[in-house]
T-cell receptor
Framework: DGGITQSPKYLFRKEGQNVTLSCEQN?????MYWYRQDPGQGLRLIYY???????QKGDIAEGYSVSREKKESFPLTVTSAQKNPTAFYLCASRARPTEGYEQYFGPGTRLTVT | AQTVTQSQPEMSVQEAETVTLSCTYD???????LFWYKQPPSRQMILVIR??????QNATENRFSVNFQKAAKSFSLKISDSQLGDAAMYFC????????????FGKGTKLSVKP
């Protein structure tokens, strides 16, 4: 079955540590996205990538970094510079324009930093 | 810049009844897409329905339909014959950025379904 996987589902880290969230897709989509979800805030765009080896900052990129070395993978690193990293993180990939631009989401990772 | 507003933080509906969730947006573009996504307690985001702005006909998917008013920049979601499984957060989203296909989301409406 095609889809998006994120691991782990729950992640706990100490303040000051970097942590990397995994996102893998087998939908053969070129574009991938990372969102952050906080209560009452909806989804906010962190980073996106339209193609391998290229990515752009979204609205709240400070304190985060990404890489896109393979089409299937788009890992997100939450650095110690992120002031409030505890949140729910969603990864998505996007269908082609001819397929209606739908974004397909992974199950998410809940990150707790103490 | 585009904005998406969902003015109802919470809504409630009786099972088998009909409910309408509101969404307004602001844009200067003439061609765009609008989406409704559902996020149940599992937190898995699921596409409910999609509307292309150039299409005059309102989109329909089974019990879900939209009322798309382009001039008013309004995009409401109607759920007919509500079921317990419809209880979820519902997010309205607008596609911007041309072929990049980025989405901007509203803050969501939490729908409760009473048996």
């Amino acid at each position: 079955d095609g889809g998006i996987t994120q691991s782990p589902k729950y992640l706990f880290r100490k303040e000051g540590q970097n942590v990397t969230l995994s996102c893998e897709q087998n939908l053969n989509h070129d574009a991938m996205y990372w969102y952050r979800q906080d209560p009452g805030q909806g989804l906010r765009l962190i980073y996106y990538s339209q193609i391998v080896n290229d990515f752009q900052k979204g609205d709240i990129a400070e304190g985060y970094s990404v890489s896109r070395e393979k089409k299937e993978s788009f890992p997100l690193t939450v650095t110690s510079a992120q002031k409030n990293p505890t949140a729910f993180y969603l990864c998505a990939s996007r269908a082609r324009p001819t397929e209606g631009y739908e974004q397909y989401f992974g199950p998410g990772t809940r990150l707790t930093v103490t | 810049a585009q904005t998406v507003t969902q003015s109802q933080p919470e809504m409630s509906v009786q099972e088998a009844e009909t409910v309408t969730l509101s969404c307004t947006y602001d844009t200067s573009e003439s061609d765009y897409y609008l989406f409704w996504y559902k996020q149940p307690p599992s937190r898995q985001m699921i596409l409910v329905i999609r509307q292309e702005a150039y299409k005059q006909q309102n989109a329909t998917e089974n019990r879900f339909s939209v009322n798309f008013q382009k001039a008013a920049k309004s995009f409401s979601l109607k759920i007919s014959d509500s079921q317990l499984g419809d209880a979820a957060m519902y997010f309205c989203a607008y596609k911007y950025g041309g072929s990049q296909g980025n989405l901007i989301f509203g803050k969501g409406t939490k729908l409760s379904v009473k048996p």
